[in-house]
Every structure is written in structure tokens, then in C-alpha cells.
């Protein structure tokens, strides 16, 4: 075993310090990136999850972030390729979301003119009573078919029969307390009656609450697409291992009216162009800033400690002929053996974080590249603190045995 590996072990307690200070400068820029990727993800949740072999978008678009519509007359088009079979678009909206609650005491004291003590005493009195809630939705409608394109993989037969219904909805579990409602609520979605039928998981939305609908239910809540604009298409062919070669098929017939996407590619570009945003950006940036003095001002004190704590035993080899050559390789596979050690630490911190997330209904991802890359910058960290603690070996000298 190489000396710096079991001097770490040996002598653990003194480089935790170094270990932990890694372990959450690695935290805390892998927990931001979760979290924007994961939000990321739940604008595209009902996309991911479809059954579709094939996407099909506007022919300038890099991702289905801020994507648009298409002519209608693109879709002859898709199935003019003899290995397409179904072709499918999703459609979407805004709309005001309202509960159907009391109003809370200030407002009622302002409409009835009683005084809010009053009017918070008459909303308690009721059986029931929640305060009235309203909330911009995101509305989404898929196909309740069977076979349904849009219609999300991890969808019960029961929720799909539930969605049929005329006028019902279904909400992700961490969007009730926002909007007020529970299983069974009647609501209104720009004053149309609607029931909350289903409660969803794994499809939040920090931003703007979303509500998932049938394409039946859609039209009539007048939220339909005109009829001569499509969304982003969904596409079945009959062989999805030849996905990549029907694309490519498609995207040479398109001639600038479209681009055809495998649901692999697109969910790859939407990481790239959510982790793109500005204000993401500066937010990562900040956070590699603030770890980087964070890991390199904890970990190279740490390790200047545990070196003057040896330096009798540097010392030592130095009596031995050891160069000072020899030892900053030591000291610098010691910080080396750290950062490891602080990977380890951060691939725990992280996967608690990610599972308490996802138990309150946020789920987070993590693309390679960014987890390759901070793993890069965390040993970064650890390497220059090493060489930052390398000016203490200068005080193991051979003289110093003999005091």
C-alpha cells in the first residue's frame, strides 16, 4: 500500500477536516445542478415519459425549451415515410386556476365591511373551509387511447380511464398545497367546472403549477390549438431500434419545415439548454467560486496540520537520503488520497439530498458531464491545497531529531 494511502487511513481524524470541506463544495454545486436540471425535466415530463420512438420540432429549435408550433401540413408529410405508423401532437396551455375555498378573512372583511376578527371568526366557523386560491396553471393534454403517444409510460389504467372523464384533471401531489385542493375538489380553470379526478407524482413544477388534461377536455375548456397549428409531434415507427436511421431519413425530406429528434438526443439537448440560461450560469459560477475558497482554504490548512503534526516522521526519511523531491510527491499523493476521499463523501451527501428531494415530490438528475466535471474540480481543489501546504516540509529538517 503507498505510504500517503495508509498515512490517510492510519490518521483519518486529522484530514476530515480536509474531507468534508471537499464533500460539500462538491454538494454545493451537484445540488444546484440537480435542482435545475430536475426542473428542466418537469416542464419535459409527459415528452420523456411518451411512448413515441421519434420526436418531430420546429426546424430551428435546439430544445423543446421555448419550442413553438408547426404547420399542420407537416404531419402528411412524417407519414409519407413507410416506416412510420402513428403520428400524434401534444397540445398545452396557461390558464387561471381556482379553488373552490372560502375567501380569507381580510377579503371578506373588505366585501362585507365587518372587521377581520369578525370575518376570521364567521371563515372558522365553517365546516371545511379553505382559503380561496388562485394559481396560473400549465395545462397539458395527452391521449387517453391505450395506445395513446402522449400518453406517459408510468400512466395506471386507472388514471387513464380517470382522464377520460370529461372536465377531469390530474395533479402532481407537491402542486396541492398551492392550489389549494385535495383528491375529489371541484375547481374551475378559467371559470369552467373542473374536478381534480387523479394526483400524480413525479411531475413538479417549481415555476408554474401543472395540470395534465385529455385532449377531450382541452377543447372543451376552449384551450384547443387552432386546427391548423401542431406541437411538438410524437412519432411510432415500426422498428424503434432503426429509430436513429428514420430520423436521419426524415431530417434529409424536411427541407428546413422540420427536425426530427430520437427521444435520447432531445432529452440530452434539454440538459444542455436549461444548464445554458444566464441566470443559471451565474448561479453555478458563483458556486464553484465559493466552494473553490471553501475547499482550497480549509483543505490546504488541514493538510498543512497533519504534515507539521509528522514532521518529525518527514524528517525522519530526510535522515533516510529520502529527497525533498520524494516528499512533496508524498505530500501531494497525501491531498490526492483527500480528494477521493471527499468524492466518496460527496456521492453520499448527494444521493441523501437527492432521495429527500424526491420524496417531496422534486426529482433531481444529474447529467455525466456535470458530475464528471465537478468530480475533476473537486481533486483540482484538493491537488492545489497540497501544493499550497508543501512550504511546511522546509521544517523537516534531520538537525531537528536530535533536539
Known amino acids: 500500500m503507498p505510504l500517503a494511502l495508509a498515512t490517510v487511513l492510519y490518521e483519518w481524524p486529522r484530514y476530515m477536516a480536509a474531507v468534508v470541506a471537499l464533500a460539500f463544495s462538491g454538494l454545493l454545486v451537484l445540488a444546484q445542478v440537480g435542482m435545475f436540471v430536475g426542473i428542466g425535466k418537469a416542464f419535459t415530463a409527459t415528452i420523456d415519459r411518451s411512448r413515441a420512438d421519434l420526436m418531430i420540432l420546429p426546424a430551428k429549435s435546439e430544445s423543446l425549451i421555448n419550442t413553438g408550433g408547426m404547420p399542420r401540413r407537416v404531419m402528411p408529410l412524417i407519414y409519407s415515410h413507410p416506416e412510420v405508423i402513428a403520428v400524434s ?101 378559467d371559470g369552467h367546472a373542473v374536478r381534480v379526478a387523479a394526483i400524480t407524482t413525479n411531475y413538479p413544477n417549481l415555476m408554474q403549477p401543472g395540470v395534465i388534461v385529455s385532449r377531450q377536455t382541452l377543447r372543451l375548456l376552449g384551450k384547443a390549438r387552432p386546427s ?132 417531496n415530490g422534486l426529482p433531481m438528475s444529474f447529467p455525466l458531464a456535470n458530475v464528471i466535471s465537478t468530480s475533476i474540480f473537486l481533486l483540482i481543489i484538493a491537488l492545489g491545497s497540497g501544493v499550497l501546504a508543501l512550504g511546511v516540509l522546509k521544517k523537516s529538517q534531520p538537525a531537528d531529531l536530535l533536539r
Open 89 to 189: 401532437d401534444i397540445d398545452d396551455d396557461n390558464g387561471l386556476f381556482s379553488n373552490l375555498g372560502v375567501d380569507a378573512p381580510e377579503d371578506k372583511a373588505a366585501k362585507d365591511g365587518t372587521t377581520k376578527d369578525a370575518a376570521a371568526k364567521a371563515t372558522a366557523a365553517q365546516d371545511n373551509g379553505k382559503k380561496k386560491k388562485r394559481e396560473w396553471v400549465q395545462i397539458t393534454a395527452i391521449d387517453t387511447a391505450r395506445d395513446g403517444l402522449t400518453l406517459p409510460t408510468d400512466f395506471s389504467e386507472d388514471l387513464r380511464l380517470t382522464l377520460a372523464e370529461p372536465f377531469a384533471v390530474a395533479v402532481d401531489k407537491s402542486a396541492l398545497d398551492r392550489l389549494g385542493v385535495k383528491l375529489g375538489d371541484k375547481a374551475a380553470i
Open 228 to 359: 391548423n397549428r401542431v406541437g411538438p409531434m410524437f412519432v411510432r415507427i415500426r422498428d424503434p431500434a432503426r429509430a436513429v436511421q428514420v430520423r436521419d431519413q426524415l431530417n434529409a425530406i424536411a427541407d428546413g419545415r422540420f427536425r426530427a429528434w430520437t427521444r435520447s438526443d432531445l432529452s440530452k439537448a434539454n440538459d444542455k439548454a436549461m444548464m445554458k440560461d444566464q441566470f443559471i450560469g451565474i448561479m453555478l459560477g458563483f458556486s464553484m467560486f465559493l466552494g473553490l475558497l471553501i475547499g482550497v482554504g480549509i483543505t490546504s490548512q488541514t493538510l498543512r496540520g497533519a504534515i507539521l503534526a509528522n514532521v518529525k516522521e518527514f524528517a525522519s526519511l530526510r535522515a533516510l537520503g529520502v529527497s525533498m523531491g520524494s516528499l512533496r510527491w508524498v505530500v501531494l499523493q497525501l491531498s490526492f488520497w483527500v480528494g477521493v476521499a471527499g468524492l466518496a463523501m460527496t456521492a453520499v451527501l448527494v444521493t441523501a439530498v437527492a432521495g429527500f428531494a424526491g420524496m
